[in-house]
């Protein structure tokens, strides 16, 4: 049977499509992730950052970073103002910009629930913009956009973005809790760590499912076609490694939590199913089930031990993102080099020191600014009463104050 041309176009463009779709759907799931691990008096303000970045990602990336990583000839701003006149390659350009700009708003979240709590709201927007219109595209350019940076990154392998998209977002995000300090209360003077605990563990466990579901449009759609029977083939591996990692991390960090503490750590468990998401996404098309099991299972070993790190480091990060997508990101595209012997383990350790290292920097001086111009933290009686109050004049949930009364 002859498959013509303009159906494998129609598929091809549909699955990127749906996946992108999919993909969006993750933006609701690190919002409820991130309002569910905080304080409740929080939770206007965490809302509000998640879709409103989201909203900033879109624009910037089409006006000035979907250009910036893809290069000449590639360009979006102006595309769509006049619909009559463009061409099926303009049409499949549209698909891969949407596609390619739901993985930049997915950088954006990884940094709100680091920082969450104490950064001003505006503060957190300004920095949004220069992360999706120029640092994000700049290391994609290196990377998936062709240019291997002259050559020093030939051979680096990041197939969905374990790099490119999670450590990123995790760099960006080190970058800003190392100048905005921790929240209050949460090192106390005499030593020690205090637990902040999240305010709604249901509301957690939901965006980690959402999450979930939409890494299987993050993972899978990043086959970037579904128009041949060997297409269709690796997207069904791809999509089972994303699951079964996932399901790995969640019930090693549930058997560590349980070894260590003798009680098992829900919060924990929901990131080791975050941390088998984010470890296998730089290489679900290769391995195994069996080896897609390893890298899971030891992601969510990783997270176990990484959280309490970072606190002992005295580095707050309200709901774990450092070490499910930094620390894992590194994990992921690390394994690629042990697991698939047609991958270079130092090239993978390089691309991970380069693109790093330039995020880092590049955030750190992004963040340094923003702190001398308008300043990163909201003052100590914002953050005692809640951002919410303050910046927003409403709560999430009035009625549950003391004293409320309708009206």
Known sequence: MEFNVEMKYVLDTTWLLLSGILV????????????????????????TKNITLYGFACLMYWVI?????????????????????????????????????????????????????????????????????????????????????GGLLDGFTDFAGSTIVHSVGGWAALAGVLLLGARRGKFPE????????????????????????????????????????????????????????ACAGALSALILTQLIYKKIDLSMVLNGALSGLVSITAGPDYPSVAVTLLIGAVAGMIVVFAVPMFDRLRIDDPVGALSVHLVNGIWGTLAVGIFNPEVSFLTQLLGVVVIGGFTFVSSLAVWFVIRKAMGLRVSEQEEIEGIDLHEFGMEAYPEFRPGFLPG
């Open 65 to 149: 970073g979907y250009n910036l990583m893809y290069g000449e000839g590639n360009a979006v701003f102006g595309l769509g103002l006049g619909m009559s006149g463009m061409t099926n390659s303009d049409h499949a350009l549209m698909a891969d910009f949407f596609f390619q700009v739901v993985f930049v708003a997915t950088a954006a979240s990884i940094v709100s629930g680091a920082v969450a709590e104490r950064m001003k709201f505006w503060a957190f927007i300004v920095f949004t913009v220069v992360l999706t219109a120029i640092i994000y595209p700049l290391q994609g350019h290196w990377t998936w956009g062709g240019s291997a940076l």
């Open 24 to 47: 969006m759907w993750m933006a609701a799931g690190f919002a409820m992730l991130e309002a569910g691990l905080t304080q409740a008096k929080n939770t206007v303000t965490i809302l």
């Open 190 to 245: 005499k030593g020690g760590i205090r637990p902040i605990p999240g305010s709604n563990m249901p509301l957690a466990t939901l965006g980690t499912f959402i999450l979930w579901l939409g890494w299987f449009g993050f993972n899978g759609g990043s086959q970037l076609a579904l128009g041949s029977k060997a297409d269709v083939d690796a997207v069904a591996t791809v999509i089972v490694n994303t699951n079964m990692a």
